[in-house]
Structures are given as C-alpha cells and as structure tokens.
C-alpha cells in the first residue's frame, strides 16, 4: 500500500474486536488509556485557555467598538510542499503565507528563526499586530509600501491583524 | 445515548443556544460545546502522534479558529465536519513543521479515503479507550496498577514491577491474565458493547460502523 498512517499503519478497526479475545490487544488499549488520557486533558486545557483569550480580545474590540473583517489562507508554503521537508525552524528555507478578503486586500508573511517579515497587500502604509494564544499582542507600524518585521519567538498559535485608517481585518488563527 | 433528559439546561440546550450562550461569554455553554466536540479533536490528534506540546498548539488553534467562526454557524449539523477537518490540517501543519515524513500526497483522492475511513475508525477507538479507562477504575487497585505498570513508557522490568507492587515474578503473568479478563467484564466495556452493537468479536457489521467521516 503506498500510503502508511502517521502511527506506521497501526489497523485500528481490526482491534475494534480483537481486545475481546486477545490479550495483547486489550493491554494496547490500556496503555492507549494512559496516553489518551492525557491528549484528552490538554485539549480541554486548550480549550479554556482559548475561550479566556477570545473573550479577552473581544472585549477589548467591543470597547473599541472595532469589527473586524475575518482573512482567508490562500497559501502556506508547509501546505504547497505536500509531504516533503520544508524547514522554516532551523532557518534553511522561510515559511510563507498569504491571506486575502474577498475584496482582494491581505498580506503576505515570511516566518523565519523567530522573525516574522512581511507586506501588505496592495502596498500602503497601517499598522500590524501579531497576537498570540494567550492574547499577549505587539504591534508594529509598516513603512509607505507596507512593509513590517517583528521579532521574536512566535510558536503556537498567532493571529496576524491589520489597520489601515478605518479598516481592521484579522487573518485566522495559525500554528507558527 | 442519553435515556432521558438531565437536570441541567446546560446539557439539554442544542447547539444553536449553546452557540448563543458561548458569544455572549457563558463559559459553560462554551464547555458543553467542548465536551461534545472534543473527542474529534483528540482522535484526529492521536491519529497524528502529535506530542503534548504540539497537541496544546493544535487544539488551541482549532478552539481560537472555532470561536471566531462560531457566529457565522448556520448549521449545527456541520460543526463535527468543520472542527474535524480544522483540526487535521492543523495537524498536518504542525507534522510538517516538524520535519515529519507522513508520506502525505494531497492530489492522491485513495489517500484522502484512507485517511477518512482510518478517522472514522479512530473515533470509535477514542470511545473504546475511554471505555478502556472507566473499566480499569472499576478494578481492584492491584489488578489495575499491575496493568498499568506493565504498558508504562519506557517499560519497567518484571523485576521492578515486582519490587513496586510486592509481589513475585512469578505471578505477574497470571495476574495480568486474571485483571485483563476481569477488564472485559466490567460495567464500562459491558456498557460500551451495549451502545455499540456492531463491535461485537465476530460480527460482521464492525466495518460497515467505522464508514463514515
């Protein structure tokens, strides 16, 4: 078979039945018991953690009485490489992503060793704020084309937003 | 499932009003949705192996995405679907910067079936582990440590789980036969069967339950 699963091909539905007969099987399944627990336990931390983060930044947007216009993925180099190595955390190539609205405005960013550059789209001149999971933010102002560099170690979940004069729009939630 | 309603709102309310309740910041709401949801999340999670530190960013992502999303919910129907198919790519995302070789071909549709029908199945897994989990609560506490010590990560020697749970070497074996066997009779793996008849040993309609996704 040319394709293999992320647990090198482990066949789950088979032992759907076999742990009532086989022994070897059922301890399997207690360990996966153990392991699942724990995966179980850090998805609902997450989830807690992200609820308190949105409500933080959404109470601050209400406050501001800002809306914001929610940015589509339209690349992400990690998506393009398919299955191959593309190295963006040890500096041999960056990773680059380009978001859109529908009315064809965005922004483009390269992320490479903890640096985050990039353009908006069509150049002009904002503001951009990088937000973090736990709703820690920074905020850069561009150059006259829209250029900006951040700096710093950006892993987990980060929300990329933008202001132009009236216009704020958010791109969606990434794991960088 | 569920024989009838419970005494709590909360766990009656449909995902329309949970949505409702989750904008305006009642955190239970938000909860309720979560603990409906958050098996598909963990599935899709073990499916990729991830490690604790990549689920955390995984799971986040997919909740902060799913929360901005949510007012935009015209059908509740959809949210499995949606949240499922957020948390793979994230998955992969995260794979993928990590250097993994998952052998992933996204023109390849027999790829995309295989994965699908092997989530499927890893869903009724997660249920089955979780099942897994109750019944070893139900058993004596030296049966289960037993258990437990002998699939721990890095593996300890018969003679170390001897010297932890006094016992001799000598009867580690049969122990674990006598706690593995009275697993299978417990309320929790009786219960599972109960709810899924298809998962019987033997009977056929195991592949036909694990088709979907």
Sequence with gaps: ?176 | MDAGRSDDPIEDADVTELVTGALAGDERCWEEIVRRHARLVTARIRQFRLDAHQAEDVAQTVWLNLLEHLGELRDPAALPGWISTATRRECLRVARLDHRDLAVDPQSDGLESAVEQDMGARLLLVELVQAVRDGLAELPARQRDLLVLLVADPPLSYVEISRRLDIPVGSIGPTRARGLARLRTTEAMASYLRERPGTHAGEKGVRDAVAFG
């Excluded at chain 1, 529908?102 to 150049?123: A, H, S």
């Design chain 1, 1 to 176: 078979m040319p394709w293999r699963s992320a647990d090198g091909g482990r066949d789950v539905s088979d032992e759907l039945t076999r742990w009532q007969v086989d022994d070897e099987v059922l301890a399997r399944l207690v360990a996966d018991a153990m392991a699942q627990a724990s995966t179980a336990e850090v998805v609902d931390r997450a989830a807690a953690r992200a609820f308190a983060t949105h409500r933080a930044l959404a109470t601050a947007r209400e406050e501001l009485d800002v809306d914001l216009a929610l940015l589509e993925l339209v690349s992400d180099s990690l998506e393009l490489a398919g299955g191959t190595v593309v190295r963006s955390r040890d500096g041999a190539e960056p990773r680059s992503l380009e978001f859109r609205a529908p009315d064809g405005t965005g922004l483009e960013v390269e992320l490479r060793d903890g640096v985050v550059e990039g353009q908006l789209l069509p150049p002009r001149a904002g503001r951009v704020t990088v937000v973090r999971g736990d709703g820690g933010t920074t905020e850069v102002q561009t150059d006259d084309v829209g250029y900006f560099r951040v700096d710093g170690d950006l892993r987990g979940p980060v929300q990329l937003r933008f202001a132009d004069g009236d216009a704020t729009s958010s791109t969606q939630w990434l794991t960088w």
